[in-house]
């Protein structure tokens, strides 16, 4: 992996998705904590309880409970 924290998860926009990034690439945008742990499957097996404990991910704008803009 590119660093300690390789996934990004970007403020939610207008429409309540959030733009993943894994490792530098833009890979799509979520609109729930189950949407950014199949994104998280090219990594390794993550469920969405993973993802809310994950420390690979840096959430901006909110944490994984925020979806609204």
Do not use: C, N
Request: proline content about 6%; charged content about 30%.
């Amino acid at each position: 992996m590119a660093s300690d924290r390789p996934v990004v998860i970007y403020p939610p926009d207008e429409d309540g998705g959030r733009r993943v990034r894994i490792d530098g690439v833009i890979k799509g945008r979520a609109f729930s904590v189950r949407d950014v742990a199949a994104f998280m499957q090219e990594l390794q097996e993550f469920d969405e309880m993973d993802v809310v404990r994950s420390g690979l991910i840096v959430w901006r704008g909110g944490g994984p409970d925020v979806w609204t803009h």
